[in-house]
């Protein structure tokens, strides 16, 4: 299974916005930020109430199905062409340096191998802005996965199971992810265990991470 084949099939389209999304509104409006990247935007549910709500949305996936499937789903619920895609994967963003003053990514960047993991927080880091935000959440090493597949470096598995059989996941604990933030730049300001709303309920066992670009 890739991305394309995963997202071909409607029944693997989350709709629903991520709860912590929601939360972010707040945040972001009371820090000014306009501009958004949703790294990894899937079939869109993030952007949309990102859309009502004033900001500016770019978006970015790895899969022409998922953005084919985000450009309609936003067209339908917002009535707007008005959100920028690009296809291009995380570890080389197809956008200019300082760019944006948020990067949200909910369940990406894990996918992929240790150095596709910093490739892409690099990345991060290069398109936002001074003081920018990245809301971040990755697979943690107590998803109920964690050591099923085939091991394929350190904390790496490709999953033999389940819709995202034959894709790469990084399993990370905080410390890592912590290194791995800190080491590129970021300023953590909160991180915690949390869940991710999927389809059929939540999925527990990943990490939540609000970090800035400081430096
Ligand atoms: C689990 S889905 C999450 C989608 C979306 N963020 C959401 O919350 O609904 C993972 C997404 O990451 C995208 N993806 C996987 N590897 C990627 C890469 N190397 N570069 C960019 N996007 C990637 C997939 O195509 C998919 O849309």
């Given at each position: 299974m890739n991305w394309n084949e995963l997202f071909?099939?409607?029944?693997?389209r989350w709709l629903k916005p991520a709860p912590l999304v929601l939360d972010s509104i707040e945040l972001f409006k009371n820090k000014e930020v306009q501009h958004i990247l949703d790294l990894g935007?899937?079939?869109?549910r993030n952007i949309i109430p990102y859309l009502e709500t004033g900001f500016t949305v770019s978006a970015c996936d790895i899969s022409e199905v998922a953005i084919d499937a985000a450009k309609s789903y936003v067209l339908e619920v917002c009535?707007?062409?008005d959100v920028s895609f690009e296809k291009c994967c995380m570890t080389q963003l197809l956008f200019k340096d300082n760019s944006f003053e948020a990067v949200v990514s909910i369940?990406?960047?894990?996918?992929?191998?240790k150095n596709d993991v910093l490739k892409a927080i690099s990345e991060i880091y290069r398109v936002l802005k001074f003081g920018g935000f990245l809301l971040l959440t990755v697979i943690s090493?107590?998803?109920?996965?964690?050591?099923?597949?085939?091991?394929?470096?350190?904390?790496?598995f490709i999953t033999?199971?389940?819709?995202?059989?034959?894709i790469p996941h990084h399993f990370m604990d905080e410390s890592m992810l912590e290194n791995y933030l800190t080491q590129s730049g970021f300023y953590i300001e909160v991180m915690k265990k949390c869940g991710i709303k999927e389809i059929g309920g939540i999925n527990n066992g990943h990490l939540y991470v609000l970090a800035r670009k400081t430096s």
């Open positions: 071909k099939d409607k029944e693997n935007c899937g079939c869109g009535n707007t062409n369940s990406v960047i894990n996918h992929g191998l090493k107590e998803h109920v996965t964690y050591g099923s597949g085939q091991l394929v470096e350190e904390d790496t033999d199971k389940g819709i995202d059989a034959g």
